[in-house]
């Protein structure tokens, strides 16, 4: 699919283009970093705990996620340096980070 452009009488149409954040090449130690974990309600209606920022690489941010899914027993993603886990687990996630030993606010 090609990206096109149109253009008319003072307007211009085109793709959006997402911007999206450089995520580190080279992870940092959890002891250097600092989290914060939040509840977020999207659009459907459903309850999400949002952790993050991480400074990790992709491969990294990807083992985190996943461990952490595991210890709360719930599904979830990781993307953009943020974890995503289903439902209210902030309890249960930041005991489970200080156990690791990051900071958690």
Known sequence: MSKQLHEGDGWRFGRA?????RL???????????VNTSLEKPGRGKIV???GVFALSRNDLAAL?????????T???AR???????GDCR???RAWLVERGYGVQ
């Open 65 to 73: 996620a996943s461990d952490l899914k595991s210890a709360c027993g």
């Open 49 to 51: 705990t949002c952790i």
């Open 24 to 34: 580190d090449t080279i992870s940092r130690a959890p002891g250097e970093q600092r």
């Open 17 to 21: 283009r997402k911007e999206t954040r």
């Open 91 to 93: 309890e249960r996630a």
């Open 80 to 86: 953009d340096g943020f974890v995503r886990l289903q």
């Open 75 to 77: 599904g979830g993603t």
